[in-house]
């Protein structure tokens, strides 16, 4: 899929925020940070790491090597930042997603969520855009990633009203991650407005 990512549904938070989902390639975002949905030691070998890397530069891993060094892995609860390389973002945030059957998964993926949200706004950023984290090599089943993850953004903007940020995008390429979070988000918000 080449160009933009298309926006498919939008729904604003009383904030005036919006969180919007699109179908596209999370490489082609023009915001502030976008989320990479990395491993611990944040070796960027496959799925959206590997792409990520694949587009945006050499330097991706090599920063995210060096945070390994200097900070050790990252949890749930604590990502990591790099620069971006050649992306049209400015940063990468590295958050760790749950595999699947490691227990707490839901907690987790929400604290990851929820972690990422907090980083971006400490560095000011206005703009994020995430991937639908750990329904790919990890294993977490979509319906279930989407309504964790529609939860997490909306209960950061209900305890974070007034901070930087103004925009969360959920960028998707798969059809199936894309049906799910749609579902999803109809049934969350019925009063989102349809982008066609």
């Known amino acids: 899929m080449d160009g933009m990512p298309n926006q498919l549904v939008q729904h604003v938070f009383p904030n005036g925020a919006r969180l919007i989902l699109l179908h596209g390639d999370l490489t082609q975002a023009r ?10 030691q944040l070796s960027h070998g496959g799925g959206v790491a590997g792409a990520i890397v694949r587009q945006g530069g050499r330097e991706i891993q090599q920063e995210s090597d060096a ?13 990591a930042l790099t620069g971006a390389g050649r992306l049209p973002c400015r940063k990468i945030i590295h958050a760790l997603g749950p595999v699947w059957g490691e227990g707490s998964e839901d907690v987790k993926l929400h604290t990851a969520i929820a972690a990422s949200l907090r980083l971006a706004a400490e560095q000011g950023f206005a703009s994020i855009a995430f991937p639908a984290i750990s329904t790919g090599i990890f294993r977490f089943p979509v319906l279930r990633a989407a309504a964790v993850s529609l ?18 995008q959920l960028i998707l390429f798969e059809q199936s991650a894309i049906d799910a979070f749609q579902q999803v988000f109809d049934q969350r918000w019925r009063q989102g407005t349809e982008v066609r």
């Open 31 to 40: 915001v502030d940070a976008i989320v990479n949905a990395a491993n611990a």
């Open 151 to 168: 939860e997490a953004i909306e209960a950061y903007f209900e305890e974070n009203p007034e901070g930087s940020l103004r925009e969360v």
């Open 67 to 79: 945070w390994v060094l200097l900070h050790g892995p990252i949890s749930h609860d604590h990502p």
